[in-house]
């Protein structure tokens, strides 16, 4: 459980980094590393009143560790979320929110626009253990309404969406939820808390690859899962515990550390996003630039409403895959890469990569065609990103 006395004292940057820290013994100023999978106790009696939960301390470190337990805590403060569970990825977590509450007979419904692995546990994955989906336009409000049947158990959305920017009104879509006693899960992975705070907004779990902006510089995979509910928590818990996608505690402590950074490195891979998507918007060759601050994207009233910032993802499509692709290639300072998150700016052309096992014609309702690049805007000079931009248009 987060310690509530703590967050409210201080303002949520104080909390990134010292939020959730236990010292040892020794007193040391950067957490440390606990890289032990058992833990000892004096005595027998001990042990059972540990495994009964009847006394406080770590069993063994699938179901919990101290460095674990500091970025879970760090996370938590930033969510504004009584209980976090870090997970080994984000597709653990993703995973985890939704095998540890469904059971067969339960029907999800799902926005279309999900990364590709989303995707795949929704339509492929759940099916086959009796649990039926349906995949919904997460933008279309009466969508959502019109899939609820008696045994909709689950929402399950990401917004902004990966790869096509998309948006979802969490709020009203979490009024559905709450009208017809479903649970609404949140991806929450391209706006992060710093830009988007979606329990605020009515979500019930919210789930992180903390790969991305949390570790925000390329090292390490994990994951969270937090919510606010504790009959929920403990379902989440025990899945975890007994089915082992668990952090280890060197990425736990990667991504504590990253946590403490994240705020700025959000704020100012935003600006930098921002003047890119400026900069690319009615370019020569360019069809259609998407950014959620940008004043000319279709929902850009919803962003505007729900978050606090545009975040620092955005797409651009171009007439066909030859151009996209010369256009990537023709990048110097941009790396082609289908990790995101990162301070080092990254492109890549999710219809061959990210999303390339989805069949063409339901990619084409994701709105990922041919011509489609997402681009990751990093921390660089931003002069110098559009520097490269530019300099890979002219060769078009
Ligand atoms: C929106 C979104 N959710 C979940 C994931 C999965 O995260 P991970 O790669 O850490 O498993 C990704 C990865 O790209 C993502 O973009």
């Not at 990048?331 to 096992?357: F, V």
């Amino acid at each position: 459980m987060t310690d509530k006395k703590r967050n409210a004292k201080y303002g949520a940057q104080t909390n990134l980094i010292h939020g959730g820290t236990q010292r040892s013994q020794f007193g040391e100023t950067s957490e440390a590393i606990f890289m032990n999978s058992g833990y000892t106790y004096d005595s027998a009696e001990i042990a059972e009143l540990r495994f009964k939960g009847e006394q406080e301390g770590f069993i063994y470190t699938r179901f919990g560790n101290p460095t674990t337990k500091m970025f879970e805590d760090r996370l938590a403060m930033l969510d504004g979320a009584e209980f976090c569970y870090a997970t080994a990825t984000g597709m653990a977590a993703a995973n985890t929110s939704l095998f540890s509450i469904l059971k067969a007979g339960d029907h999800i419904v799902a926005g279309r626009a999900m990364f590709g692995s989303n995707v795949y546990i929704a339509n492929d994955l759940l099916p086959r253990f009796g649990v039926e989906s349906t995949i919904v336009d997460g933008r279309d409000v009466s969508a959502w309404q019109a899939a609820i049947r008696p045994n909709t158990k689950v929402f399950l959305l990401e917004t902004p969406t990966n790869p096509g920017i998309e948006l979802v009104d969490i709020k009203a879509v979490s009024k559905l939820c709450k009208a017809n006693g479903i649970t609404l899960i949140v991806d929450n992975v391209f706006a992060t808390s710093i830009l988007q705070h979606p329990f605020e907004l009515g979500a019930d779990i919210v789930f992180y690859s903390a790969t991305k902006l949390i570790d925000g510089q390329g090292r390490a995979m994990a994951g969270a899962v937090l919510c606010n509910d504790e009959e929920i928590a403990a379902q989440v818990l025990t899945y975890i515990r007994q089915t082992g996608p668990s952090c280890s505690p060197f990425n736990a402590w990667l991504m504590l550390k990253g946590l403490e950074t994240l705020d700025l490195r959000v704020q100012q891979q935003t600006r930098n996003a921002e003047t890119v998507a400026d900069f690319l918007y009615n370019r020569k060759h360019i069809k259609n630039m998407l950014y959620p601050f940008h004043k000319s994207h279709p929902q850009y009233k919803l962003a505007k409403s729900q978050m606090k910032g545009g975040g620092n993802m955005l797409a651009v499509e171009f007439e066909d895959q030859a151009t996209a692709f010369k256009f990537s290639n023709a990048l110097e300072l941009i790396l082609y890469s289908n990790n995101l998150g990162d301070t080092k700016s990254l492109i890549c052309h999710p219809a061959t990569t990210t999303h390339q096992r989805l069949d063409e014609e339901f990619r084409q309702k994701l709105g990922i065609t041919a011509g489609l690049l997402r681009l990751n805007v990093g921390l660089e000079n931003v002069e110098d990103l559009i520097a490269d931009l530019e300099q890979a248009l002219a060769q078009l």
